[in-house]
């Protein structure tokens, strides 16, 4: 749980409709309680904002309207307005220009910290969001200065615990500060155990149209049990991209192995591919 000062932090720098999120949620939680309410909110915002998946269409729209039956109009009018805030809080944060191509992005981790200022952390659980000012400092120390190898071979970043996606946010506006349109050079891989926490990642990847496969799972299990992919994703047909490019660094490395085999066996072999590590960043 954030403490009273987290909480009035984040009131004072909260933007109008951030507050409109909070208010209705407010409203909302007086019959069904401030965790279901926005657990359910959150959840059919990213079903909402799924649709275009075709395949999971059908399962989605019967949960929304599992969901939505538990509400009265008077609620359900407040949760659409809270999703409009929402969208129009994200508007806020973004340029573009009559073609559609972003000119300027100052991003911010929205729901993380409209989820801060309902005082949902889980402190028991371990679970803390970092705070997107940090977020941020570690994308530009990791990426600055990278856009020509960014724009000739692309970026994948792998995030096990997405949390609300702040890194990911993070990442895109790194990329856009650098002139890099983070919509075609990067892919946003987000695992997260905690089902809230999936579909705020999406949410946020979504309105920001980062191509994304948000995973809930379990990444230390290797467990999957849902994937949603941003319309950025699907639109930019990502799925066929990253297929090639596993393709060709699979036959890539085949090709290094093979040298390496046929290399002198005294000591390790000049040229032997490297083991990744641990990093979350990572160019195709």
Not at 64 to 72: A, C, F, P, S
Not at 160 to 167: C, D, F, V, W
Not at 199 to 210: F, G, S, V
Not at 213 to 227: Q, T
Request: negative net charge; glycine residues 8%; contains cysteine.
């Amino acid at each position: 749980m954030a403490t009273k000062a987290q909480q009035q932090r984040f009131l004072n720098t909260a933007q109008e409709h951030q507050r409109g999120v909070v208010k209705n949620i407010q409203s909302v939680s007086r019959r069904h309680g401030i965790e279901r309410a926005f657990s359910d909110f959150v959840e059919i915002s990213a079903i909402t904002l799924a649709r275009l998946d075709q395949t999971q269409f059908d399962a989605r729209e019967a949960r929304y309207l599992q969901i939505v039956g538990h509400y009265d109009r008077d609620e359900l009018t407040l949760l659409v307005e809270a999703f409009l805030h929402l969208v129009m809080a994200f508007e806020r944060h973004v340029h573009v220009d009559d073609d559609g191509q972003l000119i300027a992005a100052t991003f911010s981790d929205i729901l993380g910290c409209i989820y801060m200022m309902l005082d949902l952390g889980n402190a028991g659980a371990g679970q803390f969001f970092t705070p997107y000012e940090v977020s941020l400092l570690m994308a530009k120390m990791t990426m600055t200065d990278a856009k020509p190898l960014i724009e000739k071979r692309g970026f994948r970043l792998l995030e096990p615990t997405a949390g609300a996606g702040g890194i990911m946010i993070a990442a895109a506006q790194v990329l856009a500060e650098e002139g890099v349109n983070y919509q075609q050079c990067m892919h946003v891989t987000a695992i997260d155990i905690d089902q809230r926490c999936v579909h705020m990642t999406y949410i946020q990847c979504a309105l920001l149209h980062i191509p994304a496969a948000v995973i809930h799972g379990n990444s230390l299990a290797d467990e999957v049990r849902s994937i949603w992919y941003t319309p950025a994703h699907i639109l930019g047909g990502w799925g066929a991209k990253l297929r090639a490019n596993d393709a060709q660094n699979g036959a890539r490395a085949l090709v290094q192995a093979s040298a390496v085999a046929a290399s002198p066996a005294s000591g390790k072999a000049e040229g032997a591919p490297r083991q990744k590590g641990a990093s979350q960043m990572t160019l195709f």
